[in-house]
């Protein structure tokens, strides 16, 4: 079970948006604004689409919006496109002895 | 821009050790700047924070390595080494290195969020 939890799926139409929560506790996402969100295609390392909960890193499109309200993170994925299909995970910093938890990962389906 | 290259991964029995090591190559680098940490991915599953190292050489660990994995640097072959000891049949996983991110406003991001991955080695522990 990971610390941060994900819903497995999501999924949309082309053109579409789809959002994916992440829900922590009030002593990671809760309490500190590093919510960070990686897109991983299949057999490659992850990608940083999103810091700090809603800045995205040069070269991210911005189709790709973070947000965190309470202990729970979104990313939303605007006017999906099929190269946007891959697992999204979340992770949030959670203090000087846990440091960093992730989320189980959600597999997006661009239909 | 930066690279990381990892090596090292392989089969080890249960109580058995391996090294893991993370080359890191391009412009830009130094230990004296980037936090170097350890991400792992079990077969099927997610990620999962293992450890990092900070700039000024202190080292953290996740609870289920604590004790038996360790860290280490050294500057002058830009490598960051894991060193895995009393491995267990769950720590099979692909092994990513990774460093600390510095946005464009200056911030680092040392703890939480990881710009450059190489491309992780595969360690399997089984009898």
């Known amino acids: 079970q990971s610390a941060l939890t994900q819903p497995p799926s999501a999924s949309g139409s082309p053109g579409q948006s789809v959002t994916i929560s992440c829900t922590g506790t009030?002593?990671?996402?809760?309490?500190?604004?590093?919510v960070s969100w990686y897109q991983q295609l299949p057999g490659k390392a992850p990608k940083l689409m999103i810091y700090?909960?809603?800045k995205r890193p040069s070269g991210v499109p911005d189709r790709f919006s973070g947000s965190k309200s309470g202990n729970t993170a979104s990313l939303t994925v605007s006017g999906l496109q099929a190269e946007d299909e891959a697992d999204y995970y979340c992770?949030?910093?959670?203090?000087?002895?846990?440091?960093?938890?992730f989320g189980g990962g959600t597999k997006v389906t661009v239909l | 821009e930066v690279q990381l290259v990892e090596s090292g991964g392989g089969l080890a029995k249960p109580g058995g050790s391996l090294r893991l090591s993370c080359v890191a190559s391009?412009?830009?680098?130094?230990?004296?700047?980037?936090?170097m940490t350890w991400v792992r991915q079990g077969p099927g599953r997610g990620l999962e924070w293992v450890g990092r190292?900070?700039?000024?050489?202190?080292?953290d660990y996740a609870a289920p390595v604590k004790g038996r994995f360790t860290i280490s640097r050294d500057e002058s072959k830009n490598t960051v080494y894991l060193q895995m000891n009393s491995l267990r049949t769950e720590d099979t996983a692909v092994y990513y290195c990774?460093?600390?991110?510095?946005?464009?406003?200056?911030?680092?991001?040392?703890?939480?969020?990881?710009?450059?991955w190489g491309r992780g080695t595969k360690v399997f522990v089984s009898s």
């Open positions: 009030s002593t990671d996402i809760g309490r500190y604004n590093y």
């Open positions: 700090a909960v809603n």
């Open positions: 990774t460093m600390g991110y510095f946005d464009s406003a200056g911030s680092y991001h040392g703890d939480e969020a990881f710009d450059i």
């Open positions: 190292l900070k700039s000024s050489g202190s080292t």
């Open positions: 391009g412009s830009g680098f130094s230990f004296r700047k980037d936090w």
């Open positions: 992770s949030s910093y959670a203090g000087s002895v846990n440091i960093l938890l």
